[in-house]
């Protein structure tokens, strides 16, 4: 057992013999990086989170050991931080993403990951689905999703995560989760955005309804999956918004900061300070996965079909005010269908 993965033994049963299997069966994985997810991840499979800014003093085993190495860092750095484990390491990479965003680019983790390391890359997987550090923490039944290409590496990882209480929905749509994932986030950053200048329940209901409907448009049209697969009641979108409208999360606790009247930056700022859960991390905004998604999606022009979306990049981009920014959001037109003439067609008199 390497440095990487040596057991939190004050967090383990000594007598447990399902801890104790775990142990031995999680062996093989190195969590890299200490959001909240990684750390509560970590903890549940009796790992200890490494931080990638003391990578200097890891071992030449702590690289080539690990089967699987599970990605806990700030979408904005994965791909650096992916990187330099693959300078480090002398065979292909195993990796299993917790992070939710986009990269800078506009595209997935994944097709990041794959960008930069081609053939070096064996398994890509990613663990989604409304999945976060309370879940990982929590001793009660939670579901997650597991997205794996490869049919083989799937199966074995979820064998490996699934326990008494965590239950996984296996899929082999990874860019598919990742970008669910990723603009669920922007639902969350919206909700709290209606939270925050205490709209009413209709506005606040529309709002979002209308932000949903563009991104599962906006999926369609850059070929995720179709708007039924996508957004279906079997599709991930499924699963990631209404996650999205529960969880308590720094996307959403920003958007509530900016309802009320906070700059981007002071909200921030605000948000680092005040949440001891979420730790001194977020002192940059490329740290908050909201953020990173709508910037990278905007670097890439995809918001531009989509007046809702558009605002809010363009507001996290800007730093316009509010008030411009619920202008855009709230008093654009709703375009209705046309009715088919029933001449139309017909020779001109």
């Known amino acids: 057992m390497t440095a990487l993965t040596t057991p939190e033994l004050a967090n383990i049963d000594p007598v447990s013999k399902e801890a104790a299997s775990c142990q031995v069966r999680a062996s093989g994985?190195?969590?890299?990086g200490s959001t909240p997810t990684g750390e509560a991840f970590a903890n549940r499979h009796g790992l200890v989170a490494r931080d990638p800014a003391i990578e200097d003093a890891w071992e030449v085993h702590d690289w080539n050991g690990p089967e699987w190495f599970v990605l806990a860092v700030d979408a904005a750095k994965t791909v650096e931080m992916v990187q330099s484990i693959a300078a480090r390491r002398a065979g292909p990479l195993r990796i299993l993403q917790l992070s939710r965003g986009l990269d800078p680019s506009g595209v997935t983790l994944g097709e990041?990951?794959?960008t930069r390391l081609g053939?070096?890359?064996?398994n890509y997987a990613v663990l989604a689905g409304g999945l976060?550090?309370?879940d990982l923490q929590s001793v009660t039944p939670t579901?997650?999703?597991l997205a794996c290409e490869d049919a083989e590496a799937r199966e074995a990882l979820g064998e490996l995560l699934v326990d008494g209480d965590l239950h996984l929905r296996r899929s082999p749509d990874v860019r598919a989760v990742e970008w669910a994932a990723a603009f669920a986030e922007v639902m969350a950053l919206l909700l709290g955005l209606t939270e925050g200048a205490e709209l009413t329940t209709g506005t606040r209901a529309w709002t979002l309804r209308a932000a949903s409907d563009e991104i599962v448009a906006m999926s369609e049209r850059e070929q995720i999956l179709e708007a039924s697969a996508f957004?279906?009641?079997q599709g991930p979108w499924?699963?990631?918004l209404p996650s999205a409208m529960l969880h308590e999360t720094a996307s959403r606790r920003l958007g509530r900061l900016l309802g009320r009247g906070f700059t981007l930056d002071d909200a921030v700022v605000h948000l680092t300070e005040g949440d001891a859960t979420y730790g001194q991390r977020s002192r940059i905004h490329t740290d908050v996965p909201v953020l990173a998604t709508l910037r990278g999606a905007m670097s890439r022009g995809i918001t531009s079909a989509c007046p809702g979306l558009a605002a809010l990049a363009d507001f996290t981009a800007n730093a316009s005010s509010t008030r411009e920014l619920w202008e855009r959001l709230l008093h654009r037109s709703i375009e209705m269908p046309v009715k088919a003439n029933a001449n139309e067609g017909g020779s001109a008199s």
């Open 231 to 233: 957004g279906g009641h």
């Open 132 to 134: 976060t550090a309370r």
């Open 112 to 114: 990041a990951i794959a």
């Open 29 to 32: 994985m190195a969590v890299v």
């Open 143 to 145: 579901h997650a999703t």
């Open 119 to 122: 053939s070096r890359l064996e």
């Open 238 to 240: 499924a699963i990631e």
